[in-house]
């Protein structure tokens, strides 16, 4: 065994707010909207100052502070439907969906200049059929899919009924003729009302510059937006002090320093694993060849953990390392993540960028930093030949080891695109035939112990 990297000093006893944690883990949920990172974070600068301008008081700032940051929790859960339906990479699908205009014109030059442009002619014509006929139906699916699904993984991270409605009517426009309901004026909740005009300004302002988020929030008002939180944000738009902070590095003191940002709760340890837990339903949601991935992996991890006789406290912080080793797959299109055949060599490279993904996310959210390096470690192997890193033997730590023992493991046994699920005997058999020079030995004779342990408490019960 080499040594550990576990610090509990560094994250497992530290605390943190609410408001900082939420904000650095929003970054995960940049990545699978093909947003520039920190467009949920922008986001909540602008509509919080909106929601302060229009007069709302200190509890229903604090409820948007979080609709706002968590606003996309639900968007992996469509990705994999929206490859299907339209032969297309999700992420560039929807990050470019935002910036057409309002009209079904646009919507509909969008959907035939995207669909199935990489497919075969009478594969891409079948789709394109499909996606017209069926355009309002499709619509409905894919919006109430993500937005239930974020609700209800904001209700697992404990955010009351309004932040979860807020979420879950996120794409309902003031007419009306938004989705998945069709909700219209003030039965919209203010919150989902506020984020979404905020969204758009936020893409517009990056994409284009503040004039033409101007320009949009106008054009929207009384379609899409409520007319008098246009009003507010334009009185706002003008004022010094807005715009500044979207166009430096600075924003994150600016977030930390509105009042519901001060008013936030400490987060504790039980608060710390329910977050790790559900930040890993987002990751779980967006291929169903990885449902419950994070879930099987954090359980073998743990269980390969207590055979090598590491403390609590010790697996705990494991198996936060375990529940979001993935987060980096979010920046992988489900149409790589999903595909049957061979990736090619481009496919490849941003399948093995995934580590250094979660790596870079974890980085940035103080009480989970020191879980970076396992994350990111997941994919290295005892002989160098591993990624993305290549690191060898002596390089990787005993938790990086248990990881990568119990991700393989979960893979070989679980269905994928390109394979069914194999039986237990066959995925350890691999596993066997790769010790010393992919696994750790003592791990897989771990795992080993704790699948014979766990078999034989499931026929005593």
Not at 326 to 347: C, F, H, W, Y
Not at 406 to 433: H, N, Q, T, W
């Amino acid at each position: 065994m080499t040594f550990t990297l576990y610090q509990p000093g560094k994250s497992g006893h530290a605390t943190m707010k609410l408001s900082e944690l939420i904000g650095a883990l929003s970054h995960a949920l940049d990545l699978t909207e093909g947003q520039p990172e920190g467009h949920c974070k922008r986001s909540c600068w602008i509509g919080t100052r909106i929601g302060m301008t229009y007069g709302l008081d200190n509890s229903a700032l604090s409820d948007l502070y979080f609709t706002l940051l968590l606003k996309d929790l639900g968007c992996s859960s469509n990705a994999a439907r929206i490859c299907q339906l339209y032969l297309t990479d999700d992420i560039t699908f929807k990050r470019d969906f935002k910036t057409i205009d309002t009209s079904m014109s646009a919507a509909l030059r969008f959907v035939l200049n995207k669909t199935g442009l990489e497919s075969g002619l009478v594969e891409r014509i079948r789709a394109l059929i499909n996606v017209v006929q069926n355009s309002g139906e499709i619509a409905r699916e894919l919006f109430e899919t993500r937005c239930q699904r974020g609700a209800d993984i904001a209700r697992r991270l404990r955010f009351n009924e309004t932040v979860q409605a807020g979420i879950r009517c996120l794409d309902e426009h003031w007419s009306g003729a938004g989705k998945p309901e069709g909700v219209s004026g003030t039965d919209i909740p203010i919150g989902a009302r506020i984020a979404l005009l905020a969204q758009v300004i936020d893409v517009f302002h990056t994409e284009q510059g503040k004039d033409a988020a101007i320009s949009e929030a106008r054009a929207r008002s009384g379609t899409w937006f409520d007319p008098s939180l246009v009003i507010a944000f334009l009185d706002i738009a003008g004022k010094p002090g807005f715009w500044e902070p979207l166009e430096t590095d600075d924003l994150d003191a600016h977030l930390l320093a509105l009042e519901p940002a001060q008013r936030s709760v400490e987060v504790d340890e039980d608060y710390l694993d329910d977050i790790a837990a559900g930040f890993a339903d987002v990751v779980d949601a967006k291929s169903p060849f990885t449902a419950g991935h994070s879930q099987r992996v954090t359980l073998y991890s743990d269980m390969i953990a207590e055979e090598l006789g590491l403390s609590s406290d010790h697996r705990r912080w494991l198996r936060r390392a375990a529940l979001l080793h993935d987060l980096g797959k979010l920046a992988v299109s489900n149409q790589i993540l999903d595909k049957p055949g061979k990736p090619t060599d481009e496919e490849w490279a941003a399948i093995r960028s995934h580590p250094v993904h979660s790596r870079d996310i974890l980085s940035k959210v103080r009480v989970f930093a020191d879980l970076a390096p396992i994350a990111g470690a997941h994919h290295e192997r005892l002989d160098g030949k591993g990624y993305p890193d290549g690191l060898k033997a002596e390089q990787l730590s005993l938790e990086m080891r248990i990881l990568t023992a119990a991700d393989v493991f979960d893979a070989l046994s679980a269905d994928r695109p390109y394979r069914k699920a194999m039986s237990i005997g066959e995925a350890l058999a691999i596993l066997d035939k790769d010790i010393g020079t992919a696994f750790d030995a003592d791990c897989v004779a771990a795992l080993k112990r704790g699948l014979e342990r766990l078999g034989a408490d499931a026929k005593a019960a």
